[in-house]
Nanobody, 124 residues
């Protein structure tokens, strides 16, 4: 089973930036699409950003569009999420994921491995 190790979370002031990293035990993102989700305790999991297996298609939720950037390295071993102009409503636990399909998975239906989660807290 592929292991995904997340890093980069922390406490940041509103308007600041963070870069989350997701490192796979193999070239997992070369086999399937990648995505970032976030969740606040007691609330539903939310799709944040996704990238197709070949990297040609990228999608963002409306709430983060134009502020966040998803990317991956060329060997498919890492996934990144650059978060700019952070807002308090962005505070959540962020999870990276790899899927078994080539297309972007907005619901998490095809996720085969999840990262352990990294906390992002944005203060006002």
């Amino acid at each position: 089973q592929v292991q995904l190790l997340e890093s980069g979370g922390g406490l940041v002031q509103a308007g600041g930036s963070l870069r989350l990293s997701c490192d796979a035990s193999g070239r997992a993102f070369g086999s399937g699409s990648g995505a970032w989700f976030r969740q606040v305790p007691g609330k539903e999991r939310e799709f944040v950003a996704g990238i197709s297996r070949d990297g040609e298609r990228i999608s963002y939720s409306d709430s983060v569009n134009h502020r966040f950037i998803i990317s991956g390295d060329n060997d498919g071993q890492s996934l990144y999420l650059k978060m700019n102009n952070l807002k308090p409503d962005d505070s959540a636990i962020y999870y990276c994921a790899v899927t078994s399909v080539s297309f972007i998975d907005y619901s998490g239906t095809f996720v085969t491995s999840w990262g352990q989660g990294t906390q992002v807290t944005v203060s006002s």
